[in-house]
């Protein structure tokens, strides 16, 4: 090799890594956001009440949750609209009833979201009222949205996906069974009877399968397109189409395989310290990490707050985005975050009452765990005839044009939705009085 190509081999390399590092958008923050602190409670509980007998659903969810983000995002880079758009026109009666439904299960989920914050943060700073922190987080996650341009804000919510790895850290402070993990890995062993088993591993799916997330990739596919001088809606640019899906399938991939990895951290973790010491109870996320304190340790216990606030801050403003997507499509207003918020007040405006009207939940006096199995009902009716409207529009030739979705991905999806109704019909009965 002479110089120059000694030269220009570095560069070449930093262009492939740089080329990798842009891909990551839409699909790193989805997976990320997915791990909210409500999640973090439910794999928390999943460890501390079943060991490692659930870590196998880390695994089965991951095809699943890539193929349902996949063609969420594809539906928006290929139409230039979001879910709720497309519904809008090509289902106009669903549309505002879904974007409802979304938008109450979203303000629940930020209430039991921010009531996390709060807790997490008391266990870091014990002398701050929770009140004060709980008002500091609700304005923070209110307002950034606000004072942020759209790629600033991108900036912002990838950088706080690095939180994440605080549960990485707080795993590495538990003595796992590593080869019980692996066993339980490859060979899922539930009893056919067990039923607190089956409803955390509903729950398991309930949060790891989230209908605002579908919202949020679609929009965000869209908001980067508008962005964009150079590009425009495949089924206008088909020339696009190779190396836009290409970016779409490694994104996604790759951020709902951190999103996996967090909650098989979390469940490990939880399993490897709570489970083994008899604490088989967790109700929320910041009681999990109080009760790493004594048997993991200070340091253990702060990363896994510390992961909660991080989380929080990214998940908050996903759920008051997704739901001001989906109500402000259904309404046909004007919305988008590349948009200034005198340019689309009533889409800010959603976002900002989503979060307030959430923190008020938590003053009100209502159970943050009341809020998060609300928001999971809600989930339940609204996963899956979003996820059915979705795999029928992906489908329609008439709106995906020559970017239809078909074979594995089209039946992995059906597979997904599938399991969803299963999960949702499994929780929905449990519910009934006995």
Same mark, same amino acid.
């Given at each position: 090799?002479?110089?120059?190509?000694?030269?220009?081999?570095?560069?070449?390399?930093?262009?492939?890594?740089?080329?990798?590092?842009?891909?990551?958008?839409?699909?790193?923050?989805?997976?990320?956001?997915?791990?909210?602190?409500?999640?973090?409670?439910?794999?928390?509980?999943?460890?501390?009440?079943?060991?490692?007998?659930?870590?196998?659903?880390?695994?089965?969810?991951?095809?699943?949750?890539?193929?349902?983000?996949?063609?969420?995002?594809?539906?928006?880079?290929?139409?230039?609209?979001?879910?709720?758009?497309?519904?809008?026109?090509?289902?106009?009666?669903?549309?505002?009833?879904?974007?409802?439904?979304?938008?109450?299960?979203?303000?629940?989920?930020?209430?039991?979201?921010?009531?996390?914050?709060?807790?997490?943060?008391?266990?870091?700073?014990?002398?701050?009222?929770? &009140?004060? +922190?709980? #008002?500091?987080?609700?304005? %923070?996650?209110?307002?950034?949205?606000?004072? /942020? !341009?759209?790629?600033?804000? =991108?900036?912002?919510?990838?950088?706080?996906?690095?939180?994440?790895?605080?549960?990485?850290?707080?795993?590495?402070?538990?003595?796992?069974?590593?080869?019980?993990?692996?066993?339980?890995?490859?060979?899922?062993?539930?009893?056919?009877?067990?039923?607190?088993?089956?409803?955390?591993?509903?729950?398991?799916?309930?949060?790891?399968?989230?209908?605002?997330?579908?919202?949020?990739?679609?929009?965000?596919?869209?908001?980067?397109?508008?962005?964009?001088?150079?590009?425009?809606?495949?089924?206008?640019?088909?020339?696009? &189409?190779? +190396?836009? #899906?290409?970016?779409?399938? %490694?994104?996604?991939?790759?951020?709902?395989? /951190? !999103?996996?990895?967090?909650? =098989?951290?979390?469940?490990?973790?939880?399993?490897?310290?709570?489970?083994?010491?008899?604490?088989?109870?967790?109700?929320?996320?910041?009681?999990?990490?109080?009760?790493?304190?004594?048997?993991?340790?200070?340091?253990?216990?702060?990363?896994?707050?510390?992961?909660?606030?991080?989380?929080?801050?990214?998940?908050?403003?996903?759920?008051?985005?997704?739901?001001?997507?989906?109500?402000?499509?259904?309404?046909?207003?004007?919305?988008?975050?590349?948009?200034?918020?005198?340019?689309?007040?009533?889409?800010?405006?959603?976002?900002?009452?989503?979060?307030?009207?959430?923190?008020?939940?938590?003053?009100?006096?209502?159970?943050?765990?009341?809020?998060?199995? =609300?928001?999971?009902?809600?989930?339940?009716?609204?996963?899956?005839?979003?996820?059915?409207?979705?795999?029928?529009?992906?489908?329609?030739?008439?709106?995906?044009?020559?970017?239809?979705?078909?074979?594995?991905?089209?039946?992995?999806?059906?597979?997904?939705?599938?399991?969803?109704?299963?999960?949702?019909?499994?929780?929905?009965?449990?519910?009934?009085?006995?």
């Amino acid at each position: 090799m002479n110089d120059t190509a000694a030269a220009r081999a570095p560069r070449a390399t930093t262009k492939r890594g740089s080329k990798w590092l842009r891909a990551l958008g839409p699909g790193l923050i989805t997976g990320a956001a997915d791990d909210d602190p409500s999640g973090i409670a439910t794999y928390s509980q999943a460890g501390a009440q079943f060991g490692y007998q659930l870590s196998w659903t880390m695994l089965l969810t991951y095809p699943l949750m890539v193929t349902v983000q996949e063609i969420s995002a594809r539906l928006g880079r290929t139409t230039g609209l979001g879910i709720a758009g497309n519904l809008r026109l090509h289902h106009p009666r669903s549309a505002l009833a879904i974007a409802c439904l979304l938008f109450a299960a979203n303000v629940c989920n930020i209430g039991a979201d921010l009531g996390a914050m709060a807790a997490a943060t008391q266990l870091l700073l014990p002398r701050l009222p929770t &009140a004060a +922190s709980l #008002l500091c987080w609700g304005a %923070i996650c209110a307002i950034s949205p606000l004072l /942020f !341009s759209y790629r600033q804000y =991108l900036s912002v919510l990838r950088w706080l996906t690095l939180s994440l790895f605080a549960y990485f850290g707080a795993l590495l402070f538990a003595h796992t069974d590593w080869s019980a993990l692996l066993h339980s890995l490859v060979w899922p062993t539930i009893g056919i009877h067990d039923k607190d088993a089956w409803l955390t591993l509903v729950a398991v799916l309930g949060t790891t399968i989230s209908p605002y997330l579908f919202f949020w990739q679609a929009s965000q596919e869209v908001e980067a397109t508008r962005a964009s001088r150079s590009r425009q809606p495949l089924r206008n640019s088909p020339g696009q &189409a190779l +190396s836009a #899906l290409s970016r779409i399938r %490694i994104d996604t991939r790759i951020g709902m395989a /951190f !999103s996996n990895a967090v909650g =098989l951290a979390i469940i490990t973790t939880a399993a490897a310290t709570l489970h083994v010491h008899g604490v088989t109870s967790i109700d929320s996320a910041p009681q999990a990490a109080e009760a790493l304190r004594p048997i993991a340790g200070r340091f253990a216990s702060a990363l896994f707050a510390l992961g909660i606030l991080g989380t929080g801050l990214l998940s908050v403003p996903v759920l008051a985005g997704s739901a001001a997507y989906a109500v402000g499509e259904s309404r046909r207003w004007r919305v988008g975050l590349n948009r200034r918020p005198m340019q689309a007040k009533a889409f800010y405006a959603t976002m900002v009452i989503a979060t307030l009207v959430g923190m008020l939940a938590n003053v009100s006096g209502i159970s943050p765990m009341r809020a998060l199995i =609300l928001s999971a009902v809600i989930n339940a009716l609204v996963a899956v005839p979003v996820m059915v409207f979705l795999m029928i529009m992906a489908a329609d030739g008439r709106i995906m044009r020559r970017f239809v979705v078909k074979g594995p991905s089209r039946a992995v999806g059906w597979l997904a939705t599938a399991v969803m109704a299963l999960a949702s019909s499994a929780f929905l009965v449990s519910l009934i009085p006995k």
